[in-house]
């Protein structure tokens, strides 16, 4: 179950570089940063959810839930709202103790449970799950420490008013957009209050055998 839903954070600009993953100090060299990479499941009209949240249209099968798992590998930080995060922490701890899992559910559910996770949240009091850290102010800020530290990649898994915030601040570095056969005519949108025009590269795409399409745009502003 890949969930995407949390509450919405306003955040502070800070002059980033993100398209090249570097950031720039004043006085200093550029220096490379790890990425935040977005997967997001979306509708053909360009919803991530419909107009109650629903998200039974989403279609995740073993084929596209072991490219989650791949790209889950690739990094050792998951990003996530407050909404996403709760419904994340009530699931997939059980997954683990669920003799019906199937394979790829225990692979997620166990780099769920180790992975440095980071929720988000003015209103959260406490993040109890497992190697959880709240974040609830300077919230650019502590972004742009996050990319600047050694590691491997950092993912938004859904959460799209999170996700909309950081599109905002320009801190998303790559798109992996899964666009499922389906048309919602309403509901909450992936693109919101994008006031500059952001520069994309495609970089791979793929069809499953359900119809999904995957597609990799690497962001190529600056």
Known sequence: MLLQNENEFTYQKRQTDHSKNIFRFAGTEKVKMRRVILLMHMSLDGFVAGRNGEMN?????DEI????NDLANTADVALYG???????ASYWPSVLANSNSTALEV????WMENVRKIVFSTTLENAEWNNTRLIKQNITEEVIKLKHEPGRNMIIFGSPCLTHSFMERGLID?????????????????FKKIQDRVNLKLSRSMTFHSGVVGLLYESKNG
């Not at 249209?57 to 099968?61: A, F, H, S």
């Not at 839930?65 to 989650?68: H, I, Q, T």
């Not at 692979?107 to 166990?110: D, V």
């Not at 798109?175 to 509901?187: E, F, K, S």
């Open 107 to 110: 692979e997620h559910a166990l």
């Open 82 to 88: 407050r909404n996403t995060y709760q419904m994340m």
């Open 57 to 61: 249209w989403i279609t995740i099968d």
């Open 65 to 68: 839930f072991k490219d989650a």
């Open 174 to 190: 790559e798109y992996r957009i899964n666009i499922n056969p389906v048309v919602l005519g309403g509901g909450v949108p992936l």
